[in-house]
């Protein structure tokens, strides 16, 4: 069953039990690592961001291979794609390792507003995004840490309808690759550079999220963790994580013409 957060939210509304747990993709799993494709919508584990929350994806994670997980990166709840989990401490703490170390390669697709061309390293230090409840505690006078993404532009699209003071809604696709992991690195350095991600409540474009919602009939953050690759910190093998574009994407895909994506 995909997890579906509309049919969720309406059953809440209505009442209504939900007949069955979601059962995520399983991309990848050995007796050290699994890897599931997380759907958008879904907390990682328990947020206090949403206490009536029902899924969580570790839990829902634990319980498919009936064994403990421990999250070795996380992925924004409106983020879709590979999300990594170990099944032990040490070997989390070993992928923990490689992160920190960055010998990790991610690979992200967003679409994103207007034209952005060409490609480029995006080196803008981001200030640290604090939560209100959950980072309560943290000092707000840290400086700016070090964040780089760099990004490259695979396509472009424009359809003739106006919108604001413009003749018509312009599309990119965006490959990107974080070199660092700040929160919301990816989504903030789109925003720096005036081509937020569609649909982006805290930093995309007041405009375009309505229309986009209206036009293509779904609402969610059009960003992809596509791809994962890291060298196993047991077996030394290189393993090589990828999701295909779900029907949402397609569907965009269809509307903008682009019938060959990179």
Not at 6 to 14: N, T, V
Not at 50 to 64: G, N, P, S, W
Not at 65 to 79: E, F, K, N, S, W
Not at 108 to 135: F, Q, V
Request: net charge positive.
């Amino acid at each position: 069953m995909r997890f579906d957060l509309r049919q969720r939210d309406c059953a809440r509304e209505s009442g209504l039990a939900i007949e069955a747990k979601p059962i995520l993709e399983i991309l990848y799993q050995d007796a050290y690592l699994v890897a599931v494709n997380k759907p958008a919508g879904l907390f990682v584990h328990r947020s206090y961001m949403d206490k009536d929350e029902i899924y969580f994806a570790l839990q829902l994670v634990r319980d498919q291979i009936g064994q403990y997980v421990y999250p070795v990166h996380r992925l924004d709840r409106p983020t879709s794609g590979v999300l990594l989990f170990a099944l032990s401490v040490e070997v989390a703490r070993l992928m923990g390792q490689s992160f920190a170390d960055r010998t990790i390669k991610k690979t992200y697709y967003a679409l994103t507003r207007g034209h952005l061309l060409g490609s480029e390293t995006i080196d803008y230090p981001l200030k640290e995004n604090l939560d209100t409840l959950g980072d309560q505690n943290v000092s707000r006078n840290k400086e700016p840490q070090q964040a780089k993404t760099a990004y490259q532009s695979l396509l472009t699209a424009s359809l003739p309808i106006p919108l604001g003071k413009f003749d018509t809604v312009r599309y990119s696709l965006i490959k990107l690759e974080p070199s660092t992991g700040r929160r919301h690195q990816i989504r903030r350095h789109l925003a720096h550079l005036r081509h937020p991600i569609i649909g982006d409540i805290n930093y995309g474009d007041n405009k375009q999220n309505p229309f986009f919602r209206e036009y293509f009939g779904f609402n969610r953050l059009m960003l992809l963790a596509k791809k994962l690759d890291f060298v196993h910190p047991v077996t030394n093998v290189k393993i090589a994580l990828e999701v295909e574009f779900d029907q949402q994407w397609l569907n965009v895909f269809d509307k903008l013409k682009w019938y060959c994506v990179p």
